[in-house]
Every structure is written in structure tokens, then in C-alpha cells.
């Protein structure tokens, strides 16, 4: 189904906690090479081979591949064929992440309370199963082209889903500390956020927990606004963004032309040590939006005494920020496909729960250098 993003779902008032969602099951993202996108992930980021669809599994016109690294777990997919659906979005939007499916207890009830408060249906319950068990899912339509399926596994001790094969790989990918999703950020069309964030609230029963106007975040050139949204356990949070006027093209902007609409802007993932992280990544090759050197000659002054070597921290390019409750580090790679669209965060929390907003000038203007080199800006 193609969801213009003109049309937005009628929302209904009055949610409760009625979305009990166990955490992030997977991301999948639609690629037009899902062969070399999984060696991707599994040479420059440490995921490990898991499970494979394709023509070997008996599907006729794509093909998967599974890639987990402790509980982040990505499928890519990609067409077999001219003319399918996963085709059109390739085209459309280039490479980017169509699906973010929640673990959930009960994939019929989580998608029939979706569906009484105005989501519009992606695919109704669906059961599907192998000799490991079953598993039963279903999914709504959020911003853009974005999915959020349901996937109830409760059922099933197979790798996966059923469908799929064991993927054995002798690519060896030694993990490189990443952990878990945590957030992922939605650019959404401007005047959109706030239609989104009460599809959020009352579709899905997430609550804001902070919010940004273009007074935190706006530089010489460009603005955003931004709310995050978290569920109700606050393991799944979704920051919103949009485009706030600004003299020169922002980079949600840049996003939402080169993307064509909205949809996922980056996938923040955590580790526990940030430093040797970064250095893995850097030493596979991943390119990361580094700062000017004065940030780090500031550094001390904002965020007063931490664990790490703040040298350390300047030559990897890795940013700091601290709230009421401790700190966290965080670094961000440069878009991950040919479209200046989806990048990654890698993060490390010390205490703090908030999101680096400290950091954001620097950033933006990290980010408006590279636009400029894209003639972009
Ligand atoms: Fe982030």
C-alpha cells in the first residue's frame, strides 16, 4: 500500500496505557543490495550473520538477510525482480529503514487497540509457522512510508521468524561492543511534528518526555524543532524532528528532499565503552561528523569531571554532554548510504537519560560544513 503522506491517520482522544511493548524486535531496512549491505553491517559495524530469506527459502521475488549484534538486531532487503513494492520505495526514497517492528505480548490486541484509535492498517494479524513454533504479526503505518509491526514470538524457539534460514557466515565479525537500540529519530515535514507526536500518544500510548524549538537548536543558518517521544517502560524513544525556518536550507530539509518525505533520520545504538567503539569503527573504515577542535578546549568547563581522558575524546571526535542526572558521550557517523539521508549515533550513557542537547550547536554546524560540500546548504 502506497500512504500518501498528505493523509494522516484520524486520532482518537483519551489513550491509556494499553500498549504494553517489550522492546525494539528488529529494524528492516529496504536496500537495493541486501547482499552487500548485510557484509556491510557485519565488516564495518560488527554485526554477526543470523538468518536468510530468498529464492533457497522458497520466496519468489526477495531476498533477506539477518544481522544481530547482542539485541539489535537489522534485517535488509532487497527486490528479485522489477516492479514490487520494495522496489518503488528504493526508488523513491533510496536505501532506508522501512520497518520498526515492537516486541510484543499479543500482536492481535496490540494491533486491534491500534486500530480503535485511528492507526491505519499495514497488515492485519498474521500467523506464520515452521517446525520451531509460531509466531503472529501485524503492523501499522507511522510517518512517511515508516512501518511499526507487532511481532508476537511468545510461541516460537526458532532463529528468527519462520520463513527463514540459518545464515552461517565465515565472515568473522568479532562484536564490537554494540548493545541495544537506543532511539531512533523520525524527520517529519514541517507543521507535521505535533500530529505525529499525538499519533504517538494516543495511538501507541507514548508520553513526551522532553521537547526543543528552534531557540535550543538553531545555528547562524538552520533550525529544528524536536519532541521525544518514549513508550510507557521507556525502552522504545522516538524523537520527532521538523524543519524550522531558517536563512539557509536545514538539514531536516536536506533529509526530507533527498529522502522524498519523511522517515527515519538515524538509529542511535549503544555500547558501554564508547572509546573502543569508535576506535573499531574508525579502524573498519566508518567516517563520523567530527567537530572543531576549541569544543573539546570547552569541554571541561561544561561538563565538569568525568571517567574519560577528554584528549582521548577529541582525537575519536566523540561529544559530551551532561544533565541532572550524569552524563553521556555520543558520536555520530556520516550518512551510511549514497543519499545524504540515514546516519548513525553511537552512544554511551553515564546516568544521563536526555539526548545531548548541549551538543547540538556544534553538530549542526558539523553537519551545515557538509552540506555545504554537497552544495546542499
Ligand atoms: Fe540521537
Not at 484520524?10 to 500498549?19: E, P, T
Not at 520466496?59 to 516492479?83: A, C, F, M, N
Not at 561492543?177 to 505535533?194: A, F, T
Request: hydrophobic fraction near 40%.
Amino acid at each position: 500500500m502506497q500512504l500518501s503522506t498528505n493523509v494522516l491517520p484520524k486520532i482518537h482522544k483519551n489513550a491509556g496505557d494499553f500498549m504494553p511493548l517489550l522492546g525494539t524486535d528488529y529494524i528492516e531496512l529496504y536496500v537495493s543490495n541486501a547482499k552487500q549491505a548485510a557484509f556491510y553491517y557485519q565488516s564495518a559495524m560488527g554485526f554477526e550473520a543470523l538468518a536468510f530469506g530468498g529464492l533457497e527459502t522458497g520466496w519468489k521475488d526477495k531476498e533477506s538477510y539477518v544481522v544481530r549484534q547482542d539485541k539489535i538486531t537489522l534485517v535488509l532487503t532487497s527486490p528479485l525482480h522489477s516492479g514490487t513494492e520494495i522496489g518503488k520505495h528504493i526508488d523513491k526514497h533510496g536505501d532506508g529503514v522501512k520497518v520498526i517492528a515492537f516486541w510484543v505480548a499479543d500482536a492481535t490486541a496490540a494491533y486491534e487497540a491500534a486500530m480503535q484509535r485511528g492507526a491505519i492498517s499495514y497488515l492485519a494479524p498474521t500467523k506464520l509457522s515452521n517446525e520451531h513454533g509460531e509466531v503472529v504479526e501485524s503492523g501499522i503505518y507511522t510517518y512517511g512510508e515508516v512501518v511499526h509491526k507487532f511481532i508476537e514470538r511468545k510461541n516460537f524457539t526458532g532463529l528468527f521468524l519462520p520463513g527463514f534460514l540459518e545464515w552461517n557466515s565465515t565472515f568473522e565479525s568479532p562484536s564490537i561492543g554494540l548493545k541495544y537500540v537506543d532511539h531512533m529519530v523520525g524527520n517529519v515535514e514541517l507543521g507535521k511534528m505535533n500530529h505525529w507526536v499525538a499519533f504517538y500518544e494516543n495511538v501507541l500510548g507514548f508520553t513526551q518526555i522532553l521537547s526543543f524549538d528552534d531557540k535550543d537548536i538553531s545555528t547562524e543558518y538552520t533550525a529544528l524543532m524536536s519532541k521525544v517521544m518514549s513508550n510507557g517502560n521507556g525502552r522504545i524513544k522516538f524523537p520527532i524532528n521538523e524543519p524550522a525556518k531558517g536563512i539557509k536550507k536545514s538539514q531536516i530539509e536536506e533529509y526530507l528532499d533527498f529522502y522524498e518525505g519523511a522517515g527515519v533520520q538515524h538509529i542511535a545504538v549503544a555500547t558501554d565503552d564508547i572509546i573502543t567503539t569508535v576506535r573499531a569503527l574508525k579502524s573498519r573504515g566508518m567516517q563520523f561528523l567530527m567537530v572543531p577542535h576549541t569544543y573539546y578546549e570547552e569541554l571541561g568547563d561544561r561538563i565538569g569531571e568525568i571517567d574519560e581522558d577528554i584528549t582521548v575524546l577529541g582525537e575519536l571526535g566523540i561529544l559530551a554532554d551532561c544533565d541532572d542526572e550524569g552524563y553521556l558521550l555520543q558520536i555520530f557517523t556520516k550518512p551510511v548510504q549514497s543519499r545524504p539521508t540515514m546516519f548513525f549515533e553511537i552512544i554511551q550513557r553515564k546516568g544521563a537519560q536526555s539526548f545531548g542537547k548541549g551538543n547540538f550547536k556544534a553538530l549542526f554546524e558539523a553537519i551545515e560544513r557538509e552540506q555545504e560540500l554537497r552544495g546542499t546548504l
